[in-house]
């Protein structure tokens, strides 16, 4: 898990939504609540094993206000970070509250396939000591390959907006079942455009589920579209300010768009970065500063839209695999 919780000011005069503020963090200050342990937060033994397996002892600070407001039964509107430890704040809670069996429980929508894998992954780890099932679904896969898996009926369900819709029109993925539904980084699925996408995934509920809803940032049509579907929400948000974790230092160059490349190479080769990941604006761009680097006789990987699925996947292995150093993505 990583750091802490959650960050936009509660409206005020607002009764419908109670708001639980985290306090501002000194950038010096560690991220993880040392105060609690995650047994202190009300989880099962056997989600505590899965926990304790991963290495973990003291929640973050979202960890430490997400996980027992979830537990209660309460929807959740959560600020935070990316590398915060936010796929634990809701995944832990919905190991503690299904029960093997109790297929279709949970729908988590992510904004991206990787996330999708991601997620899923993190979640399976916690839940080692448990034996729930969770399935990521996601385009790009053949349907025929996930068929099978969802045949056998997995409890959490990890998936894009747009496969789950596919999914759910064949009458593979039921919404009927769902007793808790998690929309993470909603601010990016928004972006992409999934609003309606989503609207018709939550409205096509019959039984409102308990919904929990993670974004880095809140903005009011965020919280529109959360209040529509929730009922007495707990808002958990921050005092700060920073979209950045705080044990993250950054740092910029300015330099001249011709030599960007020239400086990249010179950072990559005196800097010797155990890993590094250069963000490109286009696909294209990808491609031409991966074979740029390749050139230099620097081993960098492209990853973008137009790879093929089993392409994305091997790279993303080789990165988790620590088996790479230089990626650059669209």
């Known amino acids: 898990?990583?750091?802490?919780?959650?960050?936009?000011?509660?409206?005020?005069?607002?009764?419908?939504?109670?708001?639980?503020?985290?306090?501002?963090?000194?950038?010096?200050?560690?991220?993880?609540?040392?105060?609690?342990?995650?047994?202190?937060?009300?989880l099962p033994d056997d989600v505590?094993?899965?926990?304790?397996?991963?290495?973990?002892?003291?929640?973050?600070?979202?960890?430490?206000s997400l996980i027992p407001a979830a537990l209660s039964g309460r929807h959740v509107l959560g600020q935070a970070k990316t590398g915060t430890g936010k796929t634990a704040a809701?995944?832990?809670?919905?190991?503690?509250?299904?029960?093997?069996?109790d297929h279709f429980a949970s729908l988590i929508l992510v904004p991206t396939r990787e996330l999708a894998i991601q997620v899923a992954q993190e979640i399976k780890d916690l839940g080692a000591g448990t034996?729930?099932?969770?399935?990521?679904?996601?385009?790009?896969?053949?349907?025929?390959?996930?068929?099978?898996?969802?045949?056998?009926?997995?409890?959490?369900?990890?998936?894009t907006p747009g496969r789950v819709m596919d999914l759910h029109e064949r009458r593979m993925l039921p919404y009927d079942t769902v007793r808790v539904a998690v929309l993470d980084e909603v601010d990016r699925m928004l972006d992409i455009g999934f609003r309606d996408d989503i609207r018709k995934i939550l409205g096509g509920m019959k039984q409102r589920p308990q919904t929990i809803f993670v974004s880095a940032t809140i903005s009011p049509e965020i919280e529109k579209l959360a209040r529509s579907y929730m009922k007495d929400p707990v808002k958990i948000v921050s005092k700060e300010k920073s979209l950045t974790v705080a044990r993250v230092a950054q740092?910029?160059?300015?330099?001249?768009?011709?030599?960007?490349?020239?400086?990249?190479?010179?950072?990559?080769?005196?800097?010797?970065?155990?890993?590094?990941?250069?963000?490109?604006?286009?696909?294209?761009?990808?491609d031409d500063v991966t074979k740029f680097l390749n050139r230099k006789d620097i081993a960098a990987h492209a990853i973008h839209g137009d790879l093929i699925q089993s392409q994305r996947n091997k790279v993303m292995e080789r990165l988790r695999g620590g088996k790479l150093s230089v990626l650059v993505a669209s």
């Open 48 to 64: 505590l094993k899965g926990i304790t397996k991963s290495g973990f002892v003291h929640p973050t600070k979202i960890q430490a």
């Open 1 to 42: 898990m990583t750091t802490s919780t959650d960050k936009t000011p509660p409206r005020e005069n607002d009764p419908s939504t109670e708001s639980v503020a985290a306090p501002a963090m000194d950038e010096a200050e560690e991220t993880f609540d040392t105060s609690k342990t995650f047994a202190d937060l009300g």
């Open 131 to 159: 034996p729930l099932h969770v399935l990521p679904v996601y385009g790009g896969q053949r349907i025929t390959a996930q068929a099978p898996k969802l045949e056998r009926g997995p409890e959490i369900v990890v998936g």
């Open 251 to 286: 740092s910029w160059i300015n330099v001249e768009r011709w030599d960007k490349r020239k400086m990249l190479h010179h950072l990559l080769v005196h800097e010797t970065p155990e890993l590094t990941v250069v963000f490109c604006r286009t696909k294209r761009t990808v």
């Open 90 to 101: 809701f995944g832990l809670p919905l190991l503690a509250a299904i029960e093997p069996g």
